[in-house]
T-cell receptor, first 112, second 111 residues
Framework: DGGITQSPKYLFRKEGQNVTLSCEQN?????MYWYRQDPGQGLRLIYY???????QKGDIAEGYSVSREKKESFPLTVTSAQKNPTAFYLC???????????FGSGTRLTVV | RKEVEQDPGPFNVPEGATVAFNCTYS??????FFWYRQDCRKEPKLLMS???SGNEDGRFTAQLNRASQYISLLIRDSKLSDSATYLC????????????FGSGTRLLVRP
Protein backbone atom coordinates (compact mmCIF):
# COMPACT_ATOMS: atom_id res chain seq x y z
CA ASP A 1 0.00 0.00 0.00
CA GLY A 2 1.18 3.51 -0.77
CA GLY A 3 1.78 5.82 2.10
CA ILE A 4 4.07 8.10 4.00
CA THR A 5 6.25 6.77 6.80
CA GLN A 6 7.84 8.75 9.59
CA SER A 7 10.41 7.36 11.95
CA PRO A 8 11.05 7.09 14.75
CA LYS A 9 7.67 7.46 16.43
CA TYR A 10 9.28 8.77 19.62
CA LEU A 11 12.67 10.47 19.89
CA PHE A 12 14.55 11.84 22.87
CA ARG A 13 17.25 14.43 22.41
CA LYS A 14 19.80 15.72 24.84
CA GLU A 15 20.55 19.41 25.03
CA GLY A 16 22.99 20.45 22.32
CA GLN A 17 22.43 17.44 20.08
CA ASN A 18 21.33 17.41 16.48
CA VAL A 19 18.73 14.80 15.58
CA THR A 20 17.28 13.76 12.23
CA LEU A 21 13.67 12.77 11.66
CA SER A 22 12.95 10.52 8.71
CA CYS A 23 10.09 10.94 6.23
CA GLU A 24 9.66 8.55 3.30
CA GLN A 25 6.77 8.31 0.84
CA ASN A 26 5.96 5.89 -1.96
CA UNK A 27 3.02 7.85 -3.33
CA UNK A 28 5.06 9.39 -6.16
CA UNK A 29 4.24 12.82 -4.74
CA UNK A 30 6.45 15.71 -5.81
CA UNK A 31 5.68 18.01 -2.89
CA MET A 32 6.64 17.32 0.72
CA TYR A 33 6.18 19.36 3.88
CA TRP A 34 7.30 19.44 7.49
CA TYR A 35 5.01 20.83 10.18
CA ARG A 36 5.44 21.23 13.90
CA GLN A 37 2.54 21.00 16.36
CA ASP A 38 2.69 22.18 19.96
CA PRO A 39 -0.03 21.32 22.51
CA GLY A 40 -3.21 23.27 21.90
CA GLN A 41 -1.81 24.86 18.77
CA GLY A 42 -2.23 24.42 15.07
CA LEU A 43 0.37 23.04 12.73
CA ARG A 44 3.14 25.44 11.77
CA LEU A 45 5.12 25.01 8.58
CA ILE A 46 8.87 24.46 8.97
CA TYR A 47 10.07 23.65 5.43
CA TYR A 48 8.58 22.47 2.19
CA UNK A 49 9.86 21.10 -1.11
CA UNK A 50 8.10 20.91 -4.44
CA UNK A 51 10.86 19.24 -6.41
CA UNK A 52 14.01 17.23 -5.83
CA UNK A 53 17.05 19.28 -4.81
CA UNK A 54 14.93 22.32 -4.00
CA UNK A 55 13.21 23.42 -0.80
CA GLN A 56 11.91 26.59 0.82
CA LYS A 57 11.65 27.88 4.36
CA GLY A 58 8.29 27.93 6.01
CA ASP A 59 7.20 30.14 8.88
CA ILE A 60 9.45 28.70 11.58
CA ALA A 61 12.58 27.39 9.81
CA GLU A 62 15.14 28.71 12.30
CA GLY A 63 17.03 25.89 13.98
CA TYR A 64 15.98 23.31 11.40
CA SER A 65 17.48 22.00 8.16
CA VAL A 66 16.24 19.69 5.41
CA SER A 67 17.45 17.96 2.28
CA ARG A 68 15.62 16.58 -0.76
CA GLU A 69 18.07 14.36 -2.59
CA LYS A 70 15.42 11.85 -3.62
CA LYS A 71 11.77 12.30 -4.50
CA GLU A 72 10.75 9.77 -1.86
CA SER A 73 12.66 11.22 1.05
CA PHE A 74 12.57 14.53 2.95
CA PRO A 75 14.51 14.23 6.25
CA LEU A 76 14.36 17.00 8.83
CA THR A 77 17.30 17.79 11.11
CA VAL A 78 16.57 19.54 14.37
CA THR A 79 19.77 21.33 15.24
CA SER A 80 21.08 22.51 18.60
CA ALA A 81 20.14 26.02 17.50
CA GLN A 82 16.47 25.15 17.93
CA LYS A 83 15.91 26.27 21.50
CA ASN A 84 12.54 24.67 22.11
CA PRO A 85 12.39 21.52 19.99
CA THR A 86 9.97 19.48 22.10
CA ALA A 87 6.92 19.02 19.85
CA PHE A 88 5.01 16.70 17.57
CA TYR A 89 6.52 16.74 14.06
CA LEU A 90 4.38 15.88 11.06
CA CYS A 91 5.50 15.21 7.51
CA UNK A 92 3.07 15.46 4.61
CA UNK A 93 3.17 14.99 0.86
CA UNK A 94 0.98 15.92 -2.08
CA UNK A 95 1.03 16.01 -5.84
CA UNK A 96 2.16 19.37 -7.17
CA UNK A 97 -0.55 22.01 -7.42
CA UNK A 98 -2.81 20.17 -5.02
CA UNK A 99 -4.02 20.66 -1.49
CA UNK A 100 -4.61 16.95 -1.11
CA UNK A 101 -2.14 16.30 1.67
CA UNK A 102 -1.28 12.85 3.02
CA PHE A 103 0.25 12.97 6.48
CA GLY A 104 2.64 10.59 8.14
CA SER A 105 1.85 9.38 11.65
CA GLY A 106 4.29 11.83 13.21
CA THR A 107 7.38 11.85 15.40
CA ARG A 108 7.12 13.02 18.99
CA LEU A 109 10.42 14.68 19.96
CA THR A 110 11.30 15.36 23.59
CA VAL A 111 14.37 17.12 24.93
CA VAL A 112 15.73 15.46 28.06
CA ARG B 1 -4.34 38.36 14.58
CA LYS B 2 -3.99 34.67 13.78
CA GLU B 3 -4.52 33.70 10.16
CA VAL B 4 -7.08 31.07 11.13
CA GLU B 5 -8.95 31.30 14.43
CA GLN B 6 -11.08 28.72 16.13
CA ASP B 7 -12.77 28.34 19.49
CA PRO B 8 -10.66 25.69 21.24
CA GLY B 9 -13.64 24.21 23.10
CA PRO B 10 -14.08 21.61 24.34
CA PHE B 11 -17.62 21.17 23.14
CA ASN B 12 -19.14 18.48 25.35
CA VAL B 13 -22.34 17.07 23.83
CA PRO B 14 -24.49 13.97 24.30
CA GLU B 15 -24.77 11.32 21.63
CA GLY B 16 -27.32 12.28 19.02
CA ALA B 17 -26.84 16.02 19.48
CA THR B 18 -26.18 18.48 16.70
CA VAL B 19 -23.07 20.60 17.15
CA ALA B 20 -21.59 23.42 15.09
CA PHE B 21 -18.09 24.87 14.94
CA ASN B 22 -17.06 28.14 13.38
CA CYS B 23 -13.73 29.35 12.16
CA THR B 24 -12.60 32.75 10.87
CA TYR B 25 -9.75 33.46 8.49
CA SER B 26 -7.86 36.68 7.91
CA UNK B 27 -6.87 36.52 4.24
CA UNK B 28 -9.75 37.67 2.09
CA UNK B 29 -7.98 36.25 -0.97
CA UNK B 30 -8.09 32.67 0.33
CA UNK B 31 -9.67 30.31 -2.16
CA UNK B 32 -9.45 26.83 -0.70
CA PHE B 33 -10.93 25.68 2.59
CA PHE B 34 -10.96 22.40 4.44
CA TRP B 35 -11.91 20.69 7.66
CA TYR B 36 -9.46 18.14 9.03
CA ARG B 37 -10.06 15.76 11.91
CA GLN B 38 -7.27 14.94 14.36
CA ASP B 39 -7.56 12.20 16.95
CA CYS B 40 -5.52 12.45 20.13
CA ARG B 41 -1.79 12.07 19.40
CA LYS B 42 -2.44 11.16 15.77
CA GLU B 43 -1.94 12.84 12.43
CA PRO B 44 -4.66 15.08 10.91
CA LYS B 45 -6.88 13.53 8.28
CA LEU B 46 -8.98 15.34 5.71
CA LEU B 47 -12.63 15.35 6.71
CA MET B 48 -14.00 17.42 3.88
CA SER B 49 -13.34 20.31 1.56
CA UNK B 50 -15.55 23.38 1.85
CA UNK B 51 -17.17 24.74 -1.27
CA UNK B 52 -18.68 28.16 -1.83
CA SER B 53 -22.19 26.80 -2.15
CA GLY B 54 -21.86 24.65 0.96
CA ASN B 55 -21.57 20.91 0.89
CA GLU B 56 -22.69 17.89 2.80
CA ASP B 57 -21.12 14.50 3.46
CA GLY B 58 -23.44 12.27 5.43
CA ARG B 59 -23.91 13.80 8.88
CA PHE B 60 -21.40 16.58 8.17
CA THR B 61 -22.24 19.90 6.52
CA ALA B 62 -19.71 22.60 5.73
CA GLN B 63 -20.56 26.20 4.90
CA LEU B 64 -18.46 29.11 3.69
CA ASN B 65 -19.29 32.79 4.17
CA ARG B 66 -16.79 34.78 2.13
CA ALA B 67 -18.20 38.16 3.07
CA SER B 68 -17.66 37.51 6.77
CA GLN B 69 -14.63 35.28 6.20
CA TYR B 70 -15.86 32.38 8.22
CA ILE B 71 -16.30 28.68 7.73
CA SER B 72 -18.61 26.41 9.66
CA LEU B 73 -18.92 22.69 10.26
CA LEU B 74 -22.18 21.15 11.42
CA ILE B 75 -22.29 17.61 12.77
CA ARG B 76 -25.72 16.03 13.11
CA ASP B 77 -26.59 12.98 15.21
CA SER B 78 -23.21 12.98 16.97
CA LYS B 79 -21.56 9.63 17.57
CA LEU B 80 -19.07 8.72 20.27
CA SER B 81 -16.57 8.16 17.46
CA ASP B 82 -16.87 11.83 16.44
CA SER B 83 -14.88 12.79 19.54
CA ALA B 84 -11.75 14.43 18.15
CA THR B 85 -10.21 17.82 17.40
CA TYR B 86 -11.48 19.52 14.25
CA LEU B 87 -8.98 21.71 12.41
CA CYS B 88 -10.05 24.52 10.12
CA UNK B 89 -7.61 24.88 7.23
CA UNK B 90 -7.19 27.47 4.47
CA UNK B 91 -4.69 27.88 1.68
CA UNK B 92 -1.60 30.04 2.15
CA UNK B 93 -1.17 33.44 0.57
CA UNK B 94 1.10 32.48 -2.30
CA UNK B 95 0.77 29.91 -5.05
CA UNK B 96 2.85 27.25 -3.36
CA UNK B 97 -0.09 25.15 -2.16
CA UNK B 98 0.83 25.58 1.47
CA UNK B 99 -1.94 25.09 4.01
CA UNK B 100 -2.58 27.22 7.09
CA PHE B 101 -4.02 25.28 10.03
CA GLY B 102 -6.16 26.58 12.85
CA SER B 103 -5.42 25.35 16.36
CA GLY B 104 -8.55 23.21 16.38
CA THR B 105 -11.82 22.79 18.23
CA ARG B 106 -12.08 19.84 20.54
CA LEU B 107 -15.31 17.82 20.54
CA LEU B 108 -16.25 15.35 23.24
CA VAL B 109 -19.34 13.24 22.63
CA ARG B 110 -20.63 11.54 25.78
CA PRO B 111 -22.92 8.50 26.03
Amino acid sequence: DGGITQSPKYLFRKEGQNVTLSCEQNLNHDAMYWYRQDPGQGLRLIYYSQIVNDFQKGDIAEGYSVSREKKESFPLTVTSAQKNPTAFYLCASSIVDSYGYTFGSGTRLTVV
Amino acid sequence: RKEVEQDPGPFNVPEGATVAFNCTYSNSASQSFFWYRQDCRKEPKLLMSVYSSGNEDGRFTAQLNRASQYISLLIRDSKLSDSATYLCVVNGEDSSYKLIFGSGTRLLVRP
